[in-house]
């Protein structure tokens, strides 16, 4: 009989993961044709050679119903700022976010022109470090999206990396199953296509995610991943890359980059991305990803304890939630707790990490979810290190 439900079960975890991966293959595509379709124009731009102004005051604007920041370069070109691009701004003279969204979201015209002086005196006005300190501004269209250093490695360009990344896990035997894409920030996870059983009755499949900024939002990350399919839950577990975009200083005779230069960059870290992906989707990785999953499942842990390690993490509403989800089942589908001798629900490992998992699939925002879903990973790897 045990047999017969183990076997029924994992008929359909299979089934799920099949059916994403029928969905997969657009998500990548759709990924693709985001990435390829985003054509950066790139500036090196003195702090005293732009200009603030509120869009209110632009010919033609409709007062509040376009309260808008632009950017002005000169006499002609004016850009739109990115909300991205404008807490790049604000760190790089230290002025709160707080202030600015508030300033930013009002509405009214007053509002936005004391947010345009405040701006325009400290950029004017600011002792950066150089005698002629020059900002890298990463244009698209005609809005700024990344205010960055000079140190920024543009030759870390997200369509390469992800070709690269495409090519290595198909290789591989790993399929795609969801992409994810911002204005700024773009990612895409892959799975090997059979499921897995890590403990009676607990199905996963294992993939590898890649995710990458071109504007500052974050770095290039190749990381390995683990997914329920029966839940539709995840969590990232160990990143062999993870590299800052920082190179050497660009001067304005290197804002037009040589095709020749940038193919050996991306020779060197395709090499790498393959590297990690065909180590990350071995036999040895997998058997030691389901024995991780196992150890989690098996290892308890305090609820005390827990909520103190998720108080760093978590929200309050959330933490508050994690209790309810341990005393009833109903509420969301998790793994089975561990019990006391009074028989009373004990978390384990597995079961936090399943937590995490479910709170980051409700997030809406794409950097909280990566956030929680490496959160999740780690709760696994940390019963895997005491294995």
Not at 182 to 187: C, G, I, K, L, T
Not at 206 to 228: H, P, R, Y
Not at 380 to 385: C, G, L, T, Y
């Amino acid at each position: 009989m045990t047999t017969k439900i183990s076997v029924d079960l994992y008929d359909v975890a299979q089934k799920k993961a099949d059916n994403r991966f029928i969905i997969g293959n657009s998500q990548k595509n759709a990924i693709l044709d985001r990435v390829a379709s985003t054509v950066i124009r790139d500036k090196l731009v003195a702090p005293g050679a732009m200009t603030f102004i509120p869009s209110h005051k632009l010919e033609g604007a409709n007062s509040t119903a376009d309260s808008e920041l632009r950017l002005q370069y000169g006499q002609k070109e004016i850009v739109r700022v990115h909300r991205h691009a404008l807490g790049q701004l604000a760190g790089k003279v230290e002025l709160p976010m707080n202030f600015v969204n508030r300033l930013r979201s009002s509405g009214d015209d007053w509002r936005m022109s004391l947010l345009v002086h405040n701006l325009n005196e400290l950029f004017h006005n600011w002792a950066f470090a150089g005698e002629s300190p020059r900002f890298l501004h990463r244009i698209v269209s005609d809005e700024l999206r990344g205010f960055l250093t000079r140190r920024f490695n543009r030759h870390l360009a997200s369509l390469p990396m992800l070709r690269a990344f495409i090519e290595s896990y198909e290789k591989a035997g790993a399929k795609p199953t969801e992409s994810m894409g911002s204005d700024v920030r773009v990612s895409l996870k892959a799975f090997l296509p059979e499921v897995f059983e890590a403990y009676p009755g607990q199905y996963i499949c294992v993939g590898v995610e890649w995710s990458n900024s071109d504007f500052g939002a974050g770095k290039l990350c190749i990381a390995q991943t683990i997914w329920d399919p029966m839940r539709d839950t995840r969590a990232v577990m160990d990143e062999p890359i993870s590299r800052v975009h920082l190179g050497s200083v660009i001067e304005e005779s290197d804002i037009e980059m040589s095709d020749e230069t940038m193919a050996k960059e991306v020779e060197v870290q395709a090499a790498a991305i393959h590297d990690a992906v065909k180590q990350y989707l071995s036999e040895e990785h997998i058997e030691r990803m389901l024995r991780a999953v196992k150890v989690a499942h098996e290892e308890e842990i305090p609820l005390s304890k827990l909520k103190g390690q998720w108080a760093r993490i978590l929200l309050k509403k959330e933490l508050e939630s994690v209790e309810t989800f341990l005393s009833s089942s109903d509420v969301i589908d998790l793994p089975p707790p561990g019990k006391n001798i009074h028989g009373e629900p004990i978390p384990t490992r597995w079961w936090a990490a399943a937590v995490v998992s479910h709170l980051a699939d409700k997030c809406d925002d794409e950097s909280r979810r990566a956030e929680l879903q490496r959160e999740a990973g780690r709760m696994v790897s940390e019963a895997k290190a005491g294995e």
